[in-house]
């Protein structure tokens, strides 16, 4: 049974339509030139742009939602706006988390590097116990080690039943946990 479903869904501005199943526990990676219709159709899964022509199945679902440039607020402690978050969304910060990226706690947002304010994004799109995940290029501003942990910690939550979709310019990195890539 699938979360969303996508039949020849189309803005008119792109190029080509969209025909995707996602399913518990996918691992989708899409790649693709930019300008081609990655982020528009991260924007058609998410309900956040309706599509011109096709159709779009949804069940209701809790999201996780990564989008490439992410405005954190700046004047406020990394430990803070976790803890908010997860008050917001209901959730509790678990210890692997608050480790996987040794982000320092006590600093604010603002002085933060910009590595750790995207390990930061990351980290917050887990809250909340999503049952889909949306990545749109997670990498940027991640140092190599960094990539490691994200890719392992990734592995962890598709075993424990997450659907993933994964939007990047470095496919290669994620390729042999996806179970559908998409090339556009």
Same mark, same amino acid.
Do not use: C, H, W
């Given at each position: 049974m699938h &979360? =969303?479903?996508l039949r020849e869904a189309r803005k008119l501005y792109c190029e080509d339509s969209?025909? *995707?199943k996602i399913e518990k526990q996918d691992f989708i990676v899409i790649s693709g030139e930019n300008g081609r219709g990655k982020?528009?159709?991260?924007? &058609? =899964?998410?309900?956040?742009?309706?599509?011109?022509?096709?159709?779009?199945?949804?069940?209701? *679902?809790?999201i996780g939602y990564l989008p490439e440039v992410m405005?954190?607020?700046?004047?406020?402690?990394?430990?803070d706006y976790l803890e908010t978050l997860a008050r917001v969304k209901k959730d509790r910060l678990s210890e692997d988390m608050l480790h996987l990226f040794n982000i320092p706690l006590f600093?604010?947002?603002?002085?933060?590097?910009?590595?750790n304010q995207q390990k930061l994004a990351i980290l917050s799109t887990f809250i909340g116990k999503p049952d889909l995940i949306i990545l749109d290029e997670p990498l940027s501003g991640l140092d190599q080690e960094s990539?490691?942990?994200?890719?392992?910690?990734?592995v962890d939550k598709k075993?424990?039943?997450l659907s993933i979709v994964i939007s990047t310019h470095k496919?290669?990195?994620?390729?042999?946990?996806?179970?559908?890539?998409?090339c556009l």
């Open positions: &979360l =969303i479903e969209f025909t *995707l982020t528009t159709l991260l924007e &058609l =899964i998410l309900g956040f742009r309706k599509p011109d022509s096709g159709f779009i199945d949804k069940k209701k *679902l809790k405005m954190l607020p700046p004047l406020i402690k990394v430990s600093k604010y947002i603002y002085q933060l590097s910009k590595g990539m490691k942990k994200l890719k392992a910690y990734l075993e424990e039943g496919p290669e990195l994620f390729k042999e946990l996806a179970n559908k890539v998409l």
